[in-house]
């Protein structure tokens, strides 16, 4: 297998297209959602997000990033505004949509792309209802980043609705068949094989595989 | 399909482990790879991490999110005293082994499950030569969250290492001919299927799916 190699002075050199490509594929597969919000005045929104992460189980806490230059900040606005938002798991049967808000839309990208918004007492934005994993989350913090000015926004868990035959006895959620997909670079969707999982390593002793306990 | 919900009162009576892994399944699935460090005395380090995301192309920035009660933090203090580390994509052929760092061994995790450094002039820390996609960083700066005390660190690309067929034309890394794997929850490795790539996206059109521009 023959390998390419980048320096920094290539990088700084190459197209600015290709650059885009090149360093969105680099950080692997990654987590794709639409976060949905509404304004103080009920105005929906829904944008698609690949940069979530997961922060802490205790409390129940998520990251996400925002690029101010690149991406409408409706979002970033209603959730400083209403301290709500909710994260939802894109499903293949619905990926041409959930990509589709990423336009520059006039209207509510519910509307435009054609997805239900779904409500619940708990939290004041909008569920994607065609999606499997649905997160309700109030807002916690946010840094913007000295580097680049993106945000880096923490938000809490304050619900959680998923597909009953997906959860698992011991908490893990198999998200294969749960239908989440994943993305990489920009623009490309990727269904998922099923995982090997393995038991809590410890030194010395052989990895044990673990089945995926679900019921 | 009927759904399961959660409140945030649920959640937080879950027994600990069932929370644990629901809450690290929640964000889909992840980014997995191996951070590599080496200390000033050249001693070095290798850990399993999820919590990586893009945060900019030009300059070329990558979060890593460090848990600092749950990790062994001889990573971040490596980058903190050498102001280097790198990321590396884990592959099928290796999964066993990557899985295996993340127990508490009291030699370097490369002796310990036989993997091997590779070094590179421009980055003091070394890679992991199994693997097929690596990047080499240097700090940029870091933010102590105040929610949980977990640490957003940003380090800047100044190398990329990749098998050349899996290069594209448009810059696009074909991460499935690669071999990366992703991961979800704590303990699931799966492989991924081929992409669906769409074109930019525009209002009032329908979306153009775009090939993978591979070579």
């Known amino acids: 297998m023959s390998q390419k190699a980048f320096s920094r002075l290539d990088i700084d050199g190459l197209e600015k297209r290709f650059r885009t490509n090149l360093i969105n594929s ?3 597969f990654k987590s794709v959602s639409l976060i949905a919000t509404a304004s103080l005045e009920g105005t929906t929104n829904l944008s698609i997000f690949s940069q ?12 996400v990033l925002f690029r101010p230059h690149t991406v409408p900040r409706h979002t970033l606005e209603n959730i400083l505004a209403t301290q709500h938002f909710t994260i ?7 990926v041409v949509k959930a990509h589709h808000t990423s336009a520059r839309w006039d209207q509510s990208e519910f509307e435009a792309c054609e997805l239900t918004p779904e409500y619940d007492k708990e939290v004041s ?3 994607v209802a065609e999606a499997s994993v649905k997160i309700g989350l109030s807002y916690v913090e946010h840094y913007t980043l000295k580097c ?5 926004l923490v938000g809490e868990i304050q619900k959680i609705l998923l597909p009953d035959d997906s959860l698992g006895s011991d908490g893990f959620i ?6 989440t997909m ?25 990895l044990e595989r673990i089945d995926k306990g679900v019921n």
């Open 174 to 179: 198999d998200l294969v068949k749960a239908g």
């Open 182 to 206: 994943t993305c990489s670079g920009l623009d490309a969707y990727h269904k998922v094989q099923e995982p090997t999982r393995f038991a809590y390593a410890k030194p010395n002793q052989p």
């Open 148 to 152: 680049n000015e993106t945000v880096f």
């Open 26 to 28: 680099l950080t692997g």
């Open 88 to 94: 939802n798991h894109i499903r293949d049967s619905f």
């Open 52 to 63: 979530i992460i997961h922060v802490g189980a205790n409390p129940p806490l998520v990251g």
């Open 125 to 127: 934005a909008p569920f």
